[in-house]
């Protein structure tokens, strides 16, 4: 008997790993709204409080990425919107709490530095979008807007520090995408700053690779993909030709054929793993592969549905009645990511075309192989053992 719920239990293992791979995917609103339940509960139990164990923005993420999914699904899905802009309005509270400033320095310009301005700043503008435009209030958006303008407009270089002396593009980049969010929702008078921020990160891309740096101070380092796939996300807000022909390079230079899958450093470069990529495997950062399922999403990238497959094969998501979660729901952080770039959607740009990037369905036979890996070996030892089992019955009569 034993035996026989090994091979069910292996049997619809592969079941269930191939039905993710080959049928068609439900509404990720749908799951995203579970997830967001389930977050609401493990922030409510300290989710947060964890993750600030893990990497300086631990707390600051997982609240900002809750609110800002609950965006993305409330413009997509206007029966949730005021459920939506609830939990938004909560979640940016929360981040503008002494514990969501805490690791940053208010003495910074902006005040925190620009990545708790940028950031803070979208989340704002995207709470603004979920409202009726006849009771809107951009106030307080408005003047955030224009400190963010006020410090750009005074900077030498475009990358604006996000702690004292240190400086990441991405953060500048959020940052600049949310002026342009204000341009779009509420009056045009910030694209000055905007295109001079673009033609500063033209002449300062990576001569490497030709994309934007990872880091700019205290030193200069190459592109990685931790923050190109966070900037592509974004990008397209600000420039969809530039984002375009950025996005094709990153595509190019760090997306594996196998699996497909999100390499850390470009093809050809090894380095090792941080509290920003996480643990390599094999020179894949899990993080950058989650994140780029959003940017490919923007950018109508065919990729976006193969990471989400390769995300449900490997995470193992748990669906109760109302919530969802992966990986046992022990990195909630995880799952702020995954909703986040899985709903990810413009909240400027237009729909862009499709990337016409062809993915193929061989990707599918590597993993269809190891989800039927288990039960092929169960069988095989099932077999082995009831032959050898029968071999003793037969000798002791």
Do not use: C
């Not at 949310?178 to 002449?203: A, I």
């Not at 030709?210 to 592109?223: E, I, K, Y």
């Not at 449900?312 to 109302?322: A, E, I, R």
């Amino acid at each position: 008997m034993l035996r026989k719920v090994l091979v069910v239990l292996a049997v619809l293992f592969a079941v269930a790993g191939t039905a993710r791979l080959v049928l068609p995917r439900p509404d990720p609103r749908e799951g995203a709204v579970k997830q967001l339940a389930f977050l609401r509960a493990a922030i409510d139990d300290g989710a947060d409080h964890d993750a600030q164990q893990l990497f300086p923005e631990g707390y600051f993420f997982v609240n900002v990425l809750y609110g800002l999914t609950w965006v993305q699904v409330g413009l997509d899905s206007p029966a949730r919107a005021p459920e939506a802009l609830r939990e938004a309005n909560w979640a940016l509270q929360r981040i503008q709490s002494p514990d969501g400033t805490a690791p940053f320095d208010a003495a910074l310009t902006p005040r925190y530095g620009v990545f708790h301005a940028g950031w803070t700043n979208w989340l704002r503008g995207g709470i603004l979008a979920l409202e009726p435009a006849d009771s809107r209030d951009p106030t307080e958006f408005t003047r955030e807007s224009e400190e963010l303008t006020k410090a750009f407009d005074t900077s030498e270089t475009p990358y604006l520090q996000a702690y004292p002396g240190q400086a990441w593009p991405v953060d500048s980049t959020v940052a600049i995408a949310s002026l342009r969010l204000h341009d779009h929702l509420v009056t045009p008078r910030f694209q000055p700053t905007v295109s001079r921020w673009l033609d500063g990160v033209k002449t300062r891309l990576d001569p490497a690779t030709g994309l934007m740096p990872h880091q700019v101070t205290p030193v200069s380092t190459g592109a990685r993909a931790t923050s190109q796939s966070m900037i592509h996300r974004f990008l397209v807000e600000i420039d969809p030709d530039f984002a375009r022909s950025q996005y094709g390079i990153f595509r190019e230079r760090f997306v594996t054929s196998l699996g497909p899958a999100v390499r850390e450093f470009p093809h050809g470069v090894d380095g090792a793993g941080d509290v920003d990529s996480g643990p390599l495997v094999f020179g894949v950062s899990l993080s950058a592969t989650a994140v780029t399922l959003g940017a490919s999403r923007v950018q109508h990238d065919p990729l976006a549905d193969v990471l989400a497959r390769e995300g449900d094969l490997l995470g193992v998501p748990l669906h109760g009645l109302h919530s969802k979660r992966y990986a046992l729901g022990l990195v909630p952080i995880g799952d702020a990511f995954l909703a986040w770039s899985a709903t990810a959607r413009p909240l400027v740009a237009a729909e862009q075309p499709e990337a016409g990037v062809d993915v193929g369905w061989w990707w599918r036979v590597p993993w269809l192989f190891l989800a039927w890996l288990p039960a092929l070996v169960v069988w095989g030892f099932v077999r082995l053992t009831s032959r050898r089992t029968d071999g003793r019955g037969a000798a002791d009569q």
